[in-house]
């Protein structure tokens, strides 16, 4: 046993750090297995794993949860910004009356059983806290007992209790709600969570891909032709595209005589040269038609291209149509650069002939490299795909966001705050919504932005874990079995009347429904868990408003169920 202590235990007592990893690897490898079609998921069996290797009494400092917990609250604003601020516009009010809902059937569950079971205020206070992991409730009520007319030392030991309480109950309240939401509340309301984000996802301009997979459409493609149509030779090759009629198609460049010339030279056509047509396929294939046979020549083919989006900055583009900028830039010099795509504040908008370009819109054009280059000097600024991180623009709106939260105005005698929590997270809603409409600053790539969210979200976890295992343990045997319980049934019962509620009563789609529920409890491993069943960030468009809500109105709430159970 000396032998485990030394060389076991005592390494994950002296470097903490070692305890965090270790949850890490058993939540995310269990949380990845399958037993039939049934998963824990990763924040569930984190959340698992700390409380199992919390049992050798490691302590980590609130910091470092802190710090993970910041890190995923960014994240998750910062990838729905653009969406977020659509709907609320839309279900702002249904979303906070959501909430409130939420919050007083909690605030009756709890008391309804303390007074069953006989609580006193600091179990009944820790019972609503952590059946609804809001710290918040348990910092209000503790404080405030000393305000109901307790001694010091009865005040202290109330405190006391509703710690135990909350040690006892939060893991279930975190646990649980993970695994109802993401796994049975679905099946409730009858939907398939996947399917209905996709949904979701395309009604609201959001077109997310399997990483690793794209798709075998090409809306611009590029052909060989054998010139055998005797009317093109001896024409000058940049001017075959008003012989043949080719009105969105290019001819880029030309083999014959051995070499291989682009068509902008002045170049005249010899018999049995090989074009090259780009353009979009039907086009391409008409001009084909008129000009001899297609012939597969890879080296003439293998033109330098490129995709790329621009920004439009520059006030000499804004207000012109996409008709004119095409044919005063994009087919200037029959240079061949194609307009694929048009983005507008986020959303993706049908780039029909003549739609009036505004700034900041962004364009994603298809073509020559070396032409590409020339367009977006003319148009704005290339924002170009780079695996790097704009960490300074995180980092600054993270310690911005924060201080807001940090703000606390007292009301009553009652300390009232966003939280940093939710600070960061509106800071996140807010730069995601500044990145997608000006895309000049604040690049944050979806790989880094994977990493900001699980780690932030699980290292959150983990930690959440291995600081309750030694509290859970000890209020079992203190209170038994049935101040758990009584944690399930706080957790639990919101839910079932959230999600009801939230399919009858407010009309939310599912997915919006299921993050509003995680929200109004403020239950940031049920989030987390929905956007893994959901495999998209969506959820977290319900989730914010009532989250930010809820933070403020269960505060209140430890102050209300002390009085109650007074």
């Excluded at 939540?27 to 984190?46: E, I």
């Excluded at 309480?165 to 969570?193: I, N, Q, S």
């Excluded at 170009?384 to 940090?406: E, W």
Aim: net charge positive; with cysteine.
């Amino acid at each position: 046993m000396h032998f485990v202590t030394q060389f076991f235990i005592d390494p994950f007592r002296q470097y903490p750090e070692i305890a965090i990893f270790l949850t890490l690897a058993l939540g995310f490898w269990f949380g990845n297995l399958k037993f039939r079609s049934f998963s824990l998921g990763a924040v569930t069996s984190t959340l698992i794993a700390g409380l199992l290797v919390g049992q050798l009494h490691i302590p980590i400092a609130p910091v470092v949860q802190s710090t993970f917990f910041l890190m995923f609250l960014f994240a998750v604003g910062y990838g729905v910004g653009p969406q977020f601020f659509h709907a609320l516009k839309k279900d702002g009010l249904p979303q906070v009356a959501f909430a409130l809902l939420l919050a007083g059937t909690g605030l009756l569950c709890a008391y309804v059983l303390g007074k069953l079971l006989g609580f006193n205020p600091g179990l009944t206070a820790g019972l609503l806290s952590g059946g609804y992991t809001n710290s918040g409730t348990l910092g209000v009520a503790t404080g405030y007992f000393s305000q109901i007319g307790l001694s010091a030392d009865n005040a202290k030991a109330m405190a006391s209790l509703a710690a135990i309480a909350y040690a006892v109950t939060y893991p279930f309240g975190t646990a649980g709600a993970a695994w109802f939401l993401a796994t049975l509340a679905p099946k409730l309301l009858k939907v398939d969570l996947a399917a209905a984000s996709k949904e979701l996802e395309s009604t609201m301009g959001v077109h997310a891909t399997e990483p690793g997979l794209g798709s075998a459409y090409r809306p611009i493609t590029t052909r060989a032709y054998r010139v055998e149509n005797g009317g093109l030779v001896g024409r000058n090759a940049g001017d075959l595209a008003a012989t043949l009629d080719l009105t969105d198609a290019f001819v880029m460049r030309l083999r014959q005589g051995g070499a291989i010339v682009d068509a902008s030279n002045g170049t005249r056509v010899q018999g049995g040269a090989t074009l090259v047509i780009a353009g979009p396929l039907q086009s391409v294939l008409a001009a084909g038609k008129t000009v001899g046979p297609e012939v597969d020549d890879a080296e003439l083919l293998s033109i330098p291209t490129e995709q790329l989006d621009i920004v439009i900055t520059k006030k000499v583009v804004a207000n012109q149509t996409i008709k004119q900028l095409q044919n005063a830039e994009l087919a200037q010099g029959e240079r061949g650069v194609f307009l694929s795509k048009l983005t507008r504040e986020g959303h993706e908008v049908r780039p029909n002939p003549d739609l009036r370009l505004q700034r900041h819109d962004v364009l994603t054009l298809l073509g020559p490299r070396k032409e590409i280059e020339t367009v977006a000097k003319f148009l704005g600024y290339a924002d170009r795909a780079t695996p790097k991180s704009d960490i300074a623009f995180m980092s600054v709106a993270v310690v911005l966001g924060a201080l807001v939260g940090a703000v606390t105005i007292h009301v009553g005698g009652i300390p009232l705050s966003l939280s940093t929590s939710v600070g960061t997270l509106l800071a996140g809603l807010v730069c995601g919504y500044l990145r997608s409409t000006y895309r000049t600053f604040g690049r944050i790539p979806d790989p880094a932005l994977w990493v900001f969210n699980n780690v932030g979200l699980n290292g959150f976890i983990a930690v959440v874990g291995l600081n309750a295992a030694s509290g859970l343990i000890a209020g079992l045997k203190a209170y038994g079995i049935g101040l758990f319980l009584s944690g399930m049934v706080v957790s639990m019962v919101p839910l079932v009347v959230g999600v009801y509620a939230g399919k009858y009563v407010f009309k939310f789609h599912p997915v919006i429904n299921l993050g509003a529920c995680a929200g109004a409890r403020s239950t940031t491993a049920a989030l987390g868990a929905l956007q893994e069943a959901a495999k998209s960030p969506l959820p977290a468009i319900g989730y914010t408003i009532p989250y930010a809500v809820g933070r403020i109105v269960l505060a209140l709430c430890g102050v209300i169920i002390v009085l109650l159970m007074k």
